[in-house]
């Protein structure tokens, strides 16, 4: 396990910074990944450390950007020590899907696949059982 999981963990309240999974959802702790990966730069350090879950994290790699059809753009994917959660999402209690409100928020729902088939029907789930948001 990651040295710097605890405190990361308790800094996201047990969730995954991008999607908002719970990890009492899981039967397994979160990952801490860089939300600057370090084959770019990125550092070790607290403010560019996130709690991702496995889906999350695959999908985001070593990407910093990703694709806004809308505007038919790359942009820069959401930071979770600069950038808020509610700004940039939305959740559909109704569908289970997370809705970009925004460039960033579009690009990365995309570039993480928030809205695949298994993310959206795991995530109505989780709102059944209390688990989510």
């Not at 719970?22 to 990952?31: D, G, H, L």
């Not at 809308?70 to 289970?96: C, I, K, M, N, Y």
């Not at 995309?110 to 959206?120: G, K």
Request: charged share 25%.
């Amino acid at each position: 396990m990651n040295r710097f999981y605890e405190e990361v963990a308790k800094r996201a309240m047990y969730k995954c910074e991008y999607c908002g999974a719970s990890e009492e959802a899981f039967n397994f702790a979160f990952e801490v990944e860089h939300i600057t990966p370090k084959a770019r730069g990125g550092s070790n350090s607290l403010p560019n450390l996130a709690l991702a879950c496995i889906a999350c994290n695959s999908y985001k790699g070593v990407f910093e950007t990703g694709y806004d059809a809308e505007t038919q753009t790359e942009v820069t994917l959401f930071h979770p020590r600069r950038d808020t959660w509610a700004e940039h999402f939305q959740f559909r209690f109704d569908s289970g899907e997370i809705i970009g409100l925004t460039l960033i928020g579009r690009a990365t729902v995309h570039r993480l696949q928030l809205n695949s088939q298994r993310q959206v029907f795991v995530r109505l789930l989780w709102v059944q059982s209390d688990l989510y948001p």
